[in-house]
């Protein structure tokens, strides 16, 4: 006999409740990885800009007390450096105003990562919804900076494709590439996708509303100091390869190989050809919902930096990307998606502990228990190998995909 639909509506409610239970008690326990905010942006920035009592603008070059020389401004996104700001006028009387702020930022990022798990749940079901959930590595980067700021608004905008919304998805994107910039690799999928439908002028209008709402949120940022707005594209333009990336890997594993910005140029143009060839040439016009991990991948493997927030962005697209494949008929990808999340958990310690070693060394203190490079190159080689294992069956299993699915499901 086939359930009532109050029946099951209470059913899903009630399972709803049981992961949103779960969530807060993983979210707990991953802020107690790190009460005080050791390595974090927020504690950091805050402790650099707004010790005095100030709530000084984040896109102006500003001179600490009792220091001559000035900070440079703020190097994330328009909507990043409003957050950054606002939360600056909240305070709830702790004595530590470094904490008092930390606090506030872990709170607001696990209420934001609670319901960017419902909503992976909504557009998937509630046991894919649950791998996200239990992502260690997600939970540990998530009071690390701002990123799950941006993260929400580009899975919103990913359902509203999904149904069909373009231009609430086109807004939605717009608010999270002016949030973190990630998101804009999704326009390539995006575009593909429209081609492939035939559907020109869709596509282009979507491409035009996410740009022209870009423009229109960070427009002001920059009339009123442009160097400080653009400080950000700069300061990730310039930088050099380093820490975490996999230009680093082999010089941790005792590999004397040096890579140029245009081995690093080389390999990212070269991934993002082999990501266009393939959304090209699947059979079916593959959903965006199910592409979006691919583009962030290629944009992320090369990068000339490693974050330990690579885990918040890929995570959750993973487990949307996976979404139509049943685990019984695709055990590889279900099993190097967990052999990933593994070796990305122990990465993020390996990272940490390696660096702290490093710094220690540095300042001329022997560290208790010395991370070594070999050691942490290891654990590196292993983050890399999982995760491209994980990407390799997961495009084979794309190839095989059936016709899109659209979902009616939106927050």
Not at 114 to 125: E, G, H, K, P
Not at 182 to 196: C, E, K, M, S
Not at 211 to 221: D, E, Q, R, S, T
Not at 344 to 365: C, D, L, T
């Amino acid at each position: 006999m086939r359930k009532s639909r109050a029946a099951i509506n209470k059913s899903k409610r009630k399972q709803y409740f049981l992961i949103s239970v779960a969530a807060l008690t993983i979210l707990i326990w991953g802020f107690l990885q790190n009460p005080l905010g050791q390595f974090s942006d927020i504690r950091g920035f805050y402790g650099m800009r707004f010790m005095d009592g100030g709530h000084h603008w984040p896109y102006t070059p500003y001179i600490p007390l009792g220091s001559t020389q000035p900070l440079n401004p703020i190097e994330y996104p328009a909507l990043t450096g409003l957050i950054v700001w606002g939360l600056t006028f909240f305070g709830f009387g702790f004595e530590d105003p470094i904490l008092n702020y930390y606090y506030l930022n872990s709170f607001l990022a696990a209420i934001l990562f609670m319901i960017t798990v419902f909503l992976v749940a909504r557009y998937s079901n509630l046991k894919i919804a649950l791998l996200l959930l239990l992502s260690l590595a997600s939970i540990r980067s998530l009071n690390l900076n701002w990123d799950i700021w941006a993260v929400l608004p580009m899975i919103v905008a990913l359902g509203m494709f999904q149904a069909k919304k373009y231009t609430t998805s086109a807004v939605l994107l717009a608010v999270s590439i002016a949030t973190k910039f990630f998101p804009i690799v999704l326009l390539l999928p995006a575009t593909i996708f429209f081609f492939r439908e035939k559907r020109i002028n869709d596509g282009a209008k979507y491409i035009f509303t996410t740009f022209g709402v870009w423009v229109a949120i960070n427009l002001p940022f920059a009339i009123i100091d442009f160097s400080g707005w653009s400080y950000f594209y700069r300061f990730s333009f310039e930088r050099t390869l380093g820490e975490g990336s996999f230009f680093n890997l082999f010089k941790k594993l005792g590999v004397d190989v040096t890579f140029s910005d245009a081995i690093y140029y080389l390999l990212n143009v070269l991934v993002f050809i082999v990501l266009i060839i393939l959304l090209l040439k699947t059979k079916v016009n593959v959903d965006l919902m199910t592409t979006s991990f691919l583009a962030v991948f290629a944009f992320t493997i090369f990068g000339k930096q490693y974050s330990m927030q690579y885990a918040l962005w890929l995570t959750p697209l993973a487990v949307l990307s996976i979404r139509r494949f049943n685990w019984r008929r695709n055990k590889r990808i279900f099993v190097t998606f967990v052999a990933w999340q593994i070796a990305e958990y122990f990465f993020h310690i390996a990272y940490f502990k390696n660096v702290f070693s490093r710094v220690m060394v540095e300042r001329g203190v022997e560290p208790v228990m010395l991370f070594s490079d070999e050691r942490y190159g290891i654990i590196a080689l292993a983050r890399y190998s999982t995760i491209v294992l994980f990407i390799t069956f997961l495009v084979l299993g794309i190839l095989k995909l059936g016709p899109i699915q659209p979902i009616n499901k939106t927050p």
